[in-house]
């Protein structure tokens, strides 16, 4: 692909329509602070998830449909907005410390949230980021056609960033990450909230 660059190299198999990229092992993009915690997994702070992407400018759609094998807690594929190492944001498909696969967010501005979206029943679904000025959109669909918002925020970014795919694996040994239909589109966005 044209223009993209690696950030946290890894292997990479482009072929038609899909891009395939190893997640390696104990990588994430998640900053945590210092927050422990008695019981459960908390994100472990980590910026070591191989990141595919290339700069775009001004008002965009990035999206593709996402599939892995959901086998460790966190394992994801992503579509990542970046400015820095600490002001990011991220829309997964990520396999649950809840043993629930759902549609998971994070937006980071020096310290990450993190928020679960929907369970779904299903190991592939579309992943969509619209962007219009410093609001952005998070959406994901089942059909490539109806996309639902998850997420609707304000990052203070550049007019330039970095945008494109992320596969991770925070607690796990990693594993390969399917981005099929991979499409960035400059448009004005209508509709943020709907994502065209």
Known sequence: MENFKWLNQSKIEIMDEQIIIKALPKSDFFCGGNTTVE??????TLCNAPFYYTEVKGDFIMHAKVQH???????????MVMESDDLWAKICLEQTDFNTHAVVSVVTNKISDDANGCNVDTDQL???VARSGNRFAFH???????FDMVRFFYIPTSETIKVGMVAQSPTGEGGDRIFKNFSIKNVKINNLREGK
């Open 39 to 44: 019981s459960g997994i908390f994100p472990e």
């Open 69 to 79: 094998k959901f086998q460790y807690v966190y394992d994801a594929c992503a579509l």
């Open 126 to 128: 579309w992943l969509q």
């Open 140 to 146: 994901y669909s089942l059909d490539g056609q109806k």
